[in-house]
């Protein structure tokens, strides 16, 4: 009896030690399942809107053209990017609000001339405001830009639409100042022919200056003007230095701006989706690992007990094989893009954009 017991104890540790090698194997084959699973998940993502989806790829190759058209023309004017940006939003706002500044101070006149509801006037005086800042922009922008350092020489068509936006918005604005102050005096017909007719026969009769300084004689005419130039002069100058100097460098650096954008945009998509499925196998891969520990502990105590050495397994840390652990704990989704080319979002004045290589 004391033999067989002997016996049975011997046994014992042998049989342990082969039950948890078998559990050690069924673990790690485990473990290589799951990182095969996510490989393939991440293979479709990549496939999907990753690297290696077609519209990533336009995308890319559209942000390299760009890119290597804005490094030709910086080659030849031989300076960084010259403007004040402005993001699309910040300056559509402040239009708006300009829009909205002026809009009660014309309704008085398009109430007489319109002779509709006040809805009615508010609106067509918001709608011209927003046209005379909208032209203004436009002719501080070709103003900027009527002399090209790319081409050396003027550019015609930005001096004309420029000059033509400027005596446009000077023409408009001094025929609201003078039918303001004919409007204050009552001396104009009702409706829009009528006024302008009554303006059309002053300035004949007077002259267009005269007409105009006589106009500045009545204060709601003179805060009309006050307004609309304020708000006309504010656009035209944003529209010029929002503007680089050269015109075909101001549209290479929008169009590189407006590339990598797009291209951030699916990066950042990309790398989010890539990010939900590494969180999505971490906690499946971290209980396996945590079995396959346990499992090595026990062979490596039983083997200590039978005196046997340690073979490669029982150093093996299984965790090694997954070389993204440490992605999934990464908040930043722009870094966890190996090889990342995209340039930062700001441009000024002393830093052009530029790809990380």
Not at 53 to 59: G, H, M, R, T, V
Not at 104 to 130: E, M, W
Not at 199 to 207: D, E, M, T
Request: charged share 25%.
């Amino acid at each position: 009896m004391a033999l067989q017991a002997r016996g049975r104890a011997t046994a014992n540790p042998r049989e342990e030690l082969a039950k948890w090698m078998g559990a050690r194997q069924k673990h790690h084959s485990e473990y290589i399942k799951l990182l095969t699973d996510r490989k393939n998940e991440l293979f479709n993502v990549e496939g999907d809107h990753g690297p290696r989806s077609d519209i990533y790829l336009a995308a890319q190759r559209e942000f390299e053209r760009n890119d290597q058209q804005f490094d030709r023309l910086q080659a030849v004017v031989r300076r960084p990017i010259n403007n004040l940006h402005i993001a699309p939003w910040i300056f559509w706002l402040l239009a708006l609000g300009l829009a909205i500044l002026e809009a009660p101070v014309n309704k008085f006149l398009f109430d007489y001339a319109i002779q509709g509801t006040n809805l009615t006037s508010y609106l067509v005086s918001t709608a011209f405001a927003i046209l005379l800042l909208l032209l203004a922009h436009l002719a501080g922008r070709c103003l900027r830009q009527v002399w090209s350092e790319y081409r050396r020489r003027v550019v015609w068509s930005n001096l004309i639409i420029g000059c033509l936006g400027v005596a446009v918005l000077a023409i408009l604005i001094s025929i609201l100042t003078i039918g303001r102050a004919r409007y204050s005096a009552g001396a104009a017909d009702a409706g829009l022919g009528g006024l302008f007719t009554d303006i059309g026969g002053q300035v004949s009769q007077h002259g267009f200056f005269t007409s105009l300084f006589e106009a500045f004689g009545d204060v709601s005419a003179l805060i009309l003007f006050t307004v609309n130039f304020g708000g006309v002069m504010i656009a035209m100058l944003l529209g010029f230095f929002s503007h680089d100097p050269d015109k075909d460098f101001d549209h290479s650096e929008a169009a590189l701006r407006k590339a990598t954008r797009r291209l951030n945009k699916l990066q950042s998509k990309y790398a989010q989706s890539r990010a939900k499925v590494i969180r999505k196998f971490t906690p499946d891969l971290t209980g396996a690992s945590r079995n396959f520990a346990d499992a090595n502990n026990k062979i490596i105590e039983m083997k200590t007990l039978l005196s046997e050495p340690l073979d490669e397994w029982d150093r093996f840390v299984l965790d090694d094989l997954d070389t993204l652990a440490e992605e999934a704990m990464d908040n930043d989704v722009g870094s966890q893009l190996a090889g990342s080319r995209l340039p930062p979002s700001e441009v000024t004045k002393g830093a052009n954009i530029r790809p990380l290589r």
